[in-house]
Nanobody, 119 residues
């Protein structure tokens, strides 16, 4: 089992910034890809950004140039720096990780943190 705990959500004005953090605990030795997804009003959960164990990144087109994902393997954390936030970025953001053990893959999710972008 892997536990993921997010922090850093909140209310911010359009154009502002927030930094989300996610800390992994438990069976962390098999963690590979980490990332962030979000569920915005009226939409299904969607990819925001992912980062592999060798620091390759991938972003949703809607956040490219505004969001930056990073990870610290010594602390087992993954962060999402969000700049130039827009009202359409409002939603619940979920931390995500892929865990491998003995050739078996499990996906884990955090409980989610609310991000609200509003004037």
């Amino acid at each position: 089992q892997v536990q993921l705990v997010e922090s850093g959500g909140g209310l911010v004005q359009p154009g502002g910034s927030l930094r989300l953090s996610c800390a992994a605990s438990g069976r962390i030795s098999g963690i590979s890809t980490m990332g962030w997804f979000r569920r915005t009003p009226g939409k299904q959960r969607e990819l925001v950004a992912i980062i592999t164990s060798d620091d390759s990144t991938n972003y949703a087109d809607s956040v490219k140039g505004r969001f930056t994902i990073s990870r610290d393997n010594t602390k087992n954390t993954v962060d999402l720096q969000m700049n130039s936030l827009k009202p359409e970025d409002t939603g619940v953001y979920y931390c995500y990780t892929v865990h491998w053990s003995g050739g078996w893959r499990d996906d884990y999710w955090g409980q989610g943190t609310q991000v609200t972008v509003s004037a």
